[in-house]
């Protein structure tokens, strides 16, 4: 917790609710410095009912939400600062989780469907039987976004077909259906007694119901996956006054910006211009560039999602991202192939690291990587491709397999750890690579933030392979900052100014290799990726001779 400073007891402050996938945060920002004043987290249980599924109870998200926000509060009381200082408070979520709710009772009507759930494979296989095209990218027009289990329409049309009670309510016209910022923004806001039900353009962008051009629902969209409008909630910009907290300590305080996490931290490195990206790295990487206020298409497997509009009367802004982990192989299988988790291409990552961990026994904790890559500085011509379940955007090979190539007598560990991470920097420059392909503003730096981040050397080897500026900023929590902006500049709230240029303390690594070195370590990793292609076949083994065939 820190401490307060003079200015602190009288700078407005302006709050976020962090409520990710593993837990629920609040924050407490000064809207002056965007220094963290206070903070508090709860964890978030989830249940696997079958193979595949990953629910989370949305009463139990509700109730850590509250908590956060009491003790926090309680924080400040600690701090003799007064809670009234507290001028709005933003909304940052995990993005695609659909939940169903009854609007006269406020009681959900089931758990909620995880983004990263797989149990929809079936409903995306009829879905796209019934396209003309036969076609996964049939909706790609409107939406930018294939036909997936990831996205929150085919969660939905699930549950309408599956679960009873969501099934009924539907009929009765009870049923309200929205991603986690919509049932904590009706839920917080009054619930049954008044509460608001809403969403923002980032959160509407991700469930294949919202036209992307018009910035509404579809009418087209809903009929093809029969979902009712009358059970979504109202579309609004990511930073306007949505409603005022209904109860507890900070009743009647607006809740005044609302952006998926990816969103808010994009808003949160201030990549706010045409051309600037931010790379989040974790389990996975979350790739997110700035496409301006037109809606870039892809060809090269992206997706295309609306990133922000910062007021009713702003443009909204675009953005290109990578599927990451939970976006499952339908983009890139055949119909009829059972789905897997993405583990492939950037998405990768962190996972790479526990390969090393769990697997191998190569390292004990996830901090050795770096100790041992460092004590040999190079791979000593080792490339790692760790396409453990194929390869993914730009490449789409769900044949691929992972493969080390270059290894001779000397290879040791240390020269393994190496090129691990050199594989999540070789995966992040294939990416951007086709990021500029596919929009004609060039990268000429990249944000990054998330846990692998404090390894220096992985942010130095990703500044040397992309030949850019690596911007890593000290504090952390890009995405309620994020959110915080959106909320503290808000028409009617007004107390956050974008063009302040705020003392974020952020470390730049500069590239220290000569471009053609570069190069060169990115065409022999290229050249290992084509030697892992087309590993894995349907193709049954042929018996030795002598041998009878499996009957």
């Known amino acids: 917790m820190a401490t307060a400073s003079r200015d602190t007891l009288t700078d407005p402050l302006v709050a ?12 407490v920002f000064n809207a002056r410095t965007a220094e963290v ?31 956060c926000v009491e003790r926090s509060c309680d924080q400040l009381r600690q701090l003799n600062i007064p809670i009234t200082r507290i001028k709005a408070i933003g909304l940052t979520n995990q993005r695609e989780t659909t939940v169903v709710w009854d ?8 758990n909620a469907i995880v983004w990263l759930d797989l149990r929809t494979q ?36 699930w549950l309408l077909d599956n679960e009873e009670a969501v099934t009924t309510a539907t009929h009765t016209h009870t049923a309200l259906f929205g991603t986690i910022d919509s049932w904590l923004i009706w839920c917080l806001t009054g619930g049954p007694n008044g509460g608001v039900h809403c969403t923002d ?51 009647g305080v607006p809740i005044s910006g609302c952006l998926g996490d990816q969103s808010a931290a994009l808003v949160g490195q201030m990549c706010l211009q045409e051309g600037q990206a931010k790379n989040t790295y974790g389990t996975g990487c979350f790739l997110l560039k700035n496409t301006g206020t037109k809606a870039v298409m892809s060809d090269h497997g992206l997706l295309t999602t609306v990133a922000y509009q910062l007021g009713r009367d702003q443009p909204a802004y675009y953005a290109l991202e990578v ?56 791979s000593y011509g080792c490339y790692f491709v760790p396409a453990f379940s194929g390869l993914y955007a730009p490449y789409w090979e769900p044949s691929a397999r992972g493969i080390i190539c270059g290894l001779t007598q000397f290879t040791n560990r240390c020269h393994l750890a190496f090129a691990a991470l050199e594989a ?43 030949n850019i500026p690596v911007v890593r900023p000290c504090m952390s929590e890009t995405s309620a900052l994020g959110v915080a902006m959106a909320a503290g500049l808000a028409e009617g709230v007004c107390v956050w100014n974008l063009s302040q240029q705020h003392t974020i303390a952020t470390e730049t690594y500069q590239p220290h290799i000569h471009p053609q070195d570069s190069e060169f370590r990115y065409s022999r990793w290229k050249a290992a990726v084509q030697r892992a292609m087309n590993w894995e076949t349907t193709e ?3 018996p030795p001779a002598g041998e009878p065939e499996p009957s």
């Open 122 to 157: 079936s409903t995306v296989e009829r879905l796209i039987n019934q396209t003309p095209s036969k076609s996964k990218n049939h909706l790609k027009s409107l939406t930018g976004l294939p036909i997936s289990p990831y996205f929150s329409a085919v969660k939905l049309r």
């Open 540 to 542: 049954s083994p042929t």
């Open 103 to 110: 609007k006269l009772t406020g009681q959900p009507l089931c």
């Open 201 to 251: 353009v980032s959160n509407a962008s991700r469930t294949l119901l919202f036209n992307i051009h018009t910035l509404q629902w579809d009418t087209h969209l809903c009929s093809f996956f029969d979902v009712p409008v009358e059970m979504l909630p109202n579309v609004r910009s990511s930073s306007e006054i949505y409603g005022y907290m209904s109860s507890g300590s900070l009743a």
């Open 37 to 67: 004043v206070c903070q508090h987290q709860v964890e978030i249980k989830q249940s696997f009912p079958k193979e595949g599924w990953v629910e989370e109870d949305p009463m139990e998200i509700l109730q850590s939400v509250c908590v």
């Open 323 to 378: 599927p990451s982990i939970g976006y499952t192989d339908q983009c890139s299988l055949p119909i009829g192939q059972p789905a897997k988790l993405l583990l492939g291409s950037v998405a990768i990552a962190g996972a790479v690291v526990r390969w090393l961990k769990d697997n191998m026994g190569i390292i004990q904790t996830s901090a050795d990587i770096e100790r041992l890559a460092s004590a040999v500085g190079t």
């Open 424 to 466: 999540v920097c070789f995966q992040t420059r294939e990416i951007l690579d086709a990021m500029n392909q596919d929009s004609t503003a060039p990268l000429h730096r990249l944000q990054v933030d998330g846990g692998m981040t404090a390894n220096t050397l992985l942010m130095q080897l990703q500044a040397d392979l992309l």
């Open 16 to 27: 976020a609710i962090d409520q990710g996938t593993s837990s629920t945060r609040f924050l």
